[in-house]
């Protein structure tokens, strides 16, 4: 029996709306509805696709269609949910990785007063990134687009006792608005070219448009995936985001709620398809930030922002992948998945880490925890393999092929994905050594132990995704022909010897691990302090300018404009108004004196407006 | 026309009126039992909209865009008419304020004790009188009834405002009749030209609108005529740059006033623009579009921008409103189906939402006994529930889909699109904007340590959570099904793009396919 995809969204849904509205009433048993909430639906995810799995190769889909949401003079739109191979692929991610996270987060927030709140807006988070993925049309996409980013405000701003926690949150949300400022105008332009938002209409008929309308709802839907997904420029708000507890770094800031702008990018293909000019952009933007969040990653001190500039640069690898046309598509999923698997992993693992610590980020004050915490040394550990591109690691699959298209698009494309891939090692390292080797740098009320079962268990089902998932991708499920009938496929040439590019890239990253080793390896003395550093990793640590841009090009401006519309509208559009009628304040003046006097001058006003009706009528009809 | 039948709006306008007749007769003593014959004065007339609703919604595929006319001769000498009669827009706004009024007065309940003075009785019999205003200057077929009543709201406002508003009431108050008045007057100017060539054209001089749609005016003419309306109507909703009486009578008046002239009043406006501006004066409001839709345009980002740097709750809300005016003058304007019903059902969510910030915003203001932004700090720790439908209602204002606000900007926007794609483009940076100031409000507010003086707010009463959770409820309803109020607003639209001569523009890829 195939079950039903709105039942998917409901699951979640629902659950996130019981917990919610019943308050303190559902304290005790809030996250085990939560968690059971997202398990059914994952469950319901497993279903579909299996039967999604029996239906013939070129044709897979199961829709649904619920109700009529808008129709209005020639613009419908319904409420129609879509399973096809590349939402299925998705459905499982968010809800498994999203299940393993319910779970964990069982152990991570027990003693949060509010955990059933927090539950509830995973819940809420869950059915919207199900939404957006199964949206059949651009605007029902647009509810699960702004329904995450509202899900990720509330959770980065979970602990809003904390100034820092909201001022995160309202920055996450504004500059994904801009973000989202691309995607109306896209949605807008797509209705106005084609009559439709609906995905197969649009898609039918895309060839038939201007070349420059389809570059345009280009661009404007990549500015979308900018804000969503951290990319350059709109890449700032994805490292503050780290004020959330650490469960929501892992799902919605790197396995899936960031990868939405290289879906939304993957799912209107056929619109990057029609357009080079757009695909450069994707592919430029992807590059600049595989290589700005790499360096980020460099200089944090915090492993949270360590984690999160990877995060930025892994999904550039993506953005890079998803804009090279045909030959990238299927790779950026696959990159997608394992990344979902390991980041989400390694996440985990550093919370179980602060979990341990006393909530401590700080990796100068870490230091030979690999005997504390075995397992969540271990599970770090593969994840750690699997980013760097170790062979057979999960990330290494995925990786290599993004490396190889990128080369068959361009020498500028592949050596930006090549450097990514040594920076990548290099950080990650770094992170591994000061983290889990050398000498224990505690503070003195720190007595580190691993966590719950509760909270290891996913961290050992994630680490086996990595450590296995790739290759299970790509040669039990068969990736590559799952995906292509939506996405296409594509032969690209490389610019050398293919047996050139493995090696090459093992190489680079053996590289890096050297060099992070040579600096943080044995014996090193890693001060709790950080030094000052070299303008190049002061430059990363503050994130190479991003805020700073924020700063001095939006904000203070925006500040000075606000201030100086006030007094405008205070003193020359009101003080006209006050001069015109400089009457009114005599009269009002008058009034305040005489009590009485307000009623009686409004009942002369009224007097004298009555006659003036009736002489005005009265002229007129007897003139 | 259609006599015999029952006359339901004089029904409908009568029973606020005899409530407020009623609370007016009753003893002073037992204030409670005002404020419930109140209260269930207000309850019986959202019952019979309901009714009319269903009863509209029945026979709308019918034809006729107008239902429930009377129409009967009032001044025969000046061809003035009692006649009423609502069209989808029309319904939906009475049916929208027979919802706020008694939000406002569950809101408003104790309003007048902790003022200290004033009668209670006064207090909820105005707001009684202006319900029955309200229902009337949407429910006037006749151009003449409809200016009376536009003039009449005024009086129970005044007073609201006047009487029971704060330390600056009475400037806030007279500056908002002043501003009203003399939009009303260029009004009735113009309602005299129309009537003089009514009397030309027609075998005898009338008021009823739809006499005077039919009427050939000289384009000259016409575009005065339009002018004189326009401008009552940019001063009610208010537009930029003729606004800045709202943030002055949204700052004095009680919040439960403030509802009403913010969520109700206000929209009588843009109603007025849709309803009688377009199919009076076609051809001038076709030349003088592109004009509005600028205007729209600097009112949508011009109030957000001076919203986000207000310090007063209440001023900043006010603000909010300036900008999402601009945003329906501009799907009215647009000229397109999508964008008429799409400002129709942003009058109708607005209503709502702005309804519901006010009156949260009102409950934490008389908490604290402040309404400056700064005063606040850590209230989401203390009042958890407050601060949650505070957040949602803030939601609303910023359009977050799901909400019925989404749908309106939405359409509104994309109706503008299909004409005018740099005009739309610009106004939708507004919902940056939008964020910026709810999510600045809430942040300032709500989050962070709990200060000083909040540390002893307490969470909202059971009163408070029944005046604004229905809106709430509604905002969220309509926001996932609006299809039963954008049929009632559909009706207008087509009635209205047929009286102003437009068609709605083809998409891009069927045109080359032709």
């Given at each position: 029996m195939t079950a039903s995809p709105a039942l998917l969204v409901a699951v979640p849904l629902l659950s996130a709306a019981v917990l919610l509205l019943t308050g303190r009433r559902s304290d005790r048993w809030g996250h085990w509805l939560g968690c059971a909430a997202a398990v059914g639906s994952f469950l319901i995810a497993l279903n579909l696709v299996l039967s999604l799995a029996k239906q013939p190769h070129e044709s897979r889909e199961i829709s649904q269609t619920v109700w009529t949401w808008i129709s209005v003079g020639g613009f419908n739109v319904d409420v129609t949910f879509t399973v096809d191979p590349l939402s299925a692929v998705f459905i499982l991610l968010i809800t498994g990785v999203g299940s393993l996270i319910h779970i964990y987060s069982v152990g991570y927030m027990?003693?949060?007063?509010?955990r059933r709140r927090f539950f509830g807006y995973l819940n809420l988070f869950v059915a919207a990134m199900l939404t957006l993925v199964l949206a059949n049309n651009l605007l029902l996409l647009y509810v699960g687009w702004e329904g995450v980013g509202l899900a990720s405000y509330l959770l980065i701003g979970?602990?809003?006792?904390k100034p820092s926690a909201a001022s995160a949150a309202n920055k996450a949300f504004i500059v994904n608005r801009v973000g989202d400022f691309g995607l109306s105008i896209a949605v807008m332009l797509t209705f106005v070219t084609?009559?439709?938002?609906?995905f197969p209409e649009v898609f039918a008929a895309a060839?038939?448009?201007?070349s420059t309308t389809i570059t345009w709802i280009g661009l404007a839907l990549l500015l979308a995936a900018c804000g969503k997904s951290a990319?350059?420029?709109?890449?700032?708000?994805l490292l503050d985001a780290?004020?959330?507890?650490t469960p929501v770094s892992a799902l919605i800031?790197?396995?899936?709620m960031v990868t939405a702008g290289v879906y939304l990018v993957a799912r209107c293909h056929p619109i990057f398809d029609l357009s080079a000019t757009a695909r450069g952009a994707v592919v430029a933007v992807g590059a600049i930030t595989l290589l700005m969040g790499a360096v980020i990653g460099i200089a944090k001190d915090d492993i949270k922002k360590a984690l999160a500039g990877s995060t930025m640069s892994q999904i550039g690898y993506m953005m890079l992948a998803v804009g090279l046309g045909p030959i990238g598509y299927i790779w950026a999923i696959f990159h997608l998945l394992t990344h979902g698997f390991f980041k989400a992993g390694m996440f985990l693992g550093a919370g179980s880490v602060m979990h341990g610590m006393n909530?401590?980020?700080?990796?100068?004050?870490?230091?030979?925890l690999r005997t504390a915490m075995a397992v969540t040394f271990g599970t770090f550990a593969i994840g750690y393999l699997a980013i760097i591109g170790v062979?057979?690691?999960?990330g290494f699959w995925s990786k290599d092929e993004i490396i190889k298209v990128a080369f068959e698009h361009s020498w500028v494309a592949g050596g930006a994905a090549l450097l990514g891939a040594a920076i990548t090692a290099y950080y990650m390292t770094r992170v591994m050594l000061m983290t889990f080797f050398g000498k224990a740098r505690w503070a003195d009320d720190a007595h580190p132990h691993e966590s719950p079962a509760v909270m290891t268990i996913p961290l050992v089902v994630l680490a086996a995704l990595s450590a296995v998932g790739g290759w299970a991708l790509l040669h039990v499920v068969n990736l590559e022909t799952w995906l292509e009938p939506v996405l296409g496929h594509g032969e690209g040439e490389l610019?050398?010897?293919?047996?050139l590019l493995l090696p090459l890239t093992l190489a680079v990253v053996a590289l890096g691990v050297a060099a992070a080793w040579k600096v943080y390896g044995a014996g090193a003395d890693i001060p709790v302090s950080a030094p000052r550093g070299s303008w190049f990793i002061r430059a990363a640590r503050a994130d190479l300018g991003g805020d700073l841009f924020n700063e001095k090009v939006l904000m203070q401006p925006g500040q000075r404009l606000t201030a100086t519309l006030v007094r405008v509208d205070d003193s020359v559009v009101d003080g006209a108004v006050r001069g015109i009628g400089g009457f009114t304040t005599a009269l009002s003046a008058r009034l305040r004196q005489a009590q009485n006097g307000f009623a009686r001058s409004y009942a002369l006003v009224m007097v004298i407006g009555a006659v003036i009706v009736a002489l005005a009528l009265a002229m007129v009809r007897f003139a | 026309m259609m006599s015999g039948s029952t006359p339901w709006l004089t029904i409908l306008l009568l029973l606020p009126l005899v409530a407020a007749a009623a609370v007016a007769a009753m003893?002073?003593?037992n204030a409670e039992n005002v404020k419930r014959v109140a209260l269930i004065g207000s309850l019986v007339p959202l019952a019979l909209v309901v009714f009319l609703g269903v009863r509209f919604a029945g026979q709308?595929?019918?034809?006729?865009?107008?239902?429930?006319s009377e129409a009967h001769s009032w001044i025969p000498a000046f061809g003035v008419h009692y006649a009423l009669g609502v069209d989808g827009v029309a319904l939906a706004l009475i049916a929208m304020s027979a919802v706020l009024v008694p939000a406002a007065m569950l809101a408003g309940w104790n309003d007048v004790e902790e003022r200290g003075s004033g009668s209670v009785k006064e207090y909820f019999a105005w707001m009684l009188v202006l319900e029955t205003f309200i229902f009337g200057v949407f429910a006037a077929t006749d151009v003449f009834l409809f200016y009376v009543f536009f003039e009449a709201m005024l009086i129970p406002v005044y007073f609201l405002i006047g009487r029971?508003?704060?330390?600056r009431r009475v400037y806030a108050a007279v500056k908002f009749f002043l501003y009203s008045l003399l939009g009303g007057l260029v009004m009735l100017a113009s309602l005299i030209g129309l009537y003089v060539i009514s009397g030309q054209q027609l075998s005898a001089p009338s008021f009823s609108l739809f006499d005077l749609v039919n009427l050939d005016l000289p384009a000259g003419t016409e575009k005065w005529l339009f002018l004189g309306f326009f401008l009552a109507f940019a001063i009610k909703a208010p537009l930029v740059p003729v606004h800045t009486w709202l943030p002055d009578a949204a700052e004095q008046g009680t919040p439960a006033t403030t509802t009403l002239l913010?969520?109700?009043?206000?929209k009588v406006g843009t109603f007025g623009m849709l309803h009688l501006c377009l199919p009076l004066f076609p051809n001038a409001s076709r030349w003088f579009a592109p004009t509005v839709l600028v205007l729209g345009v600097v009112g949508v980002l011009y109030g957000a921008i001076v919203a986000i740097g207000q310090r007063d709750m209440r001023r900043l809300i006010a603000y909010t409103s300036v900008s999402h005016f601009g945003f329906i003058a501009i799907g009215v304007f647009a000229m397109t189906t999508l964008g008429q019903s799409g400002a129709s059902f942003y009058m109708v969510s607005h209503g709502f939402s702005t309804a519901a910030l006010l009156l949260i915003a009102g409950f934490l203001i008389s908490r604290r006994?402040?309404?400056?932004?700064?005063?606040?700090?850590?209230?989401q720790k203390v009042a958890p529930v407050l601060a949650g439908l505070f957040l949602l209602a803030g939601l609303s204002a910023l359009a977050l889909?799901?909400?019925?606000s989404f749908v309106s900007e939405f359409m509104v926007l994309q109706g503008a699109f299909q004409r005018h794609p740099a005009v739309a483009a610009v106004a939708t940076l507004g919902i940056v904007l939008a964020a910026v100031y709810v999510l600045h409000m809430y942040r300032r507010t709500m989050t962070g340590p709990v200060s000083g003086a909040v540390t002893a707010l307490r969470d909202l009463r059971g009163r408070e959570v029944a005046a604004v959770a229905p809106l709430i409820a509604l905002i969220l309803a309509l926001g996932f099904f609006p299809q039963p109020v954008l049929n009632l607003v559909n009706s207008t639209s087509s009635w209205v793009m047929e009286h102003v001569g437009a068609t709605d523009p083809q998409a891009t890829v069927t045109k080359a396919g032709q």
């Open positions: 027990e003693h949060d007063d509010n979970f602990w809003q006792h084609f009559g439709s938002v609906a060839d038939k448009a201007s990319q350059f420029p709109l890449q700032s708000w780290m004020e959330g507890p800031h790197a396995a899936t909530d401590e980020v700080n990796m100068r004050r870490y230091g030979a062979p057979p690691f999960a610019p050398f010897s293919s047996s | 003893p002073s003593g709308a595929a019918g034809g006729s865009a107008f239902q429930f029971f508003g704060g330390p913010v969520g109700v009043l206000d006994g402040s309404a400056r932004i700064e005063d606040f700090g850590g209230v889909p799901g909400m019925s």
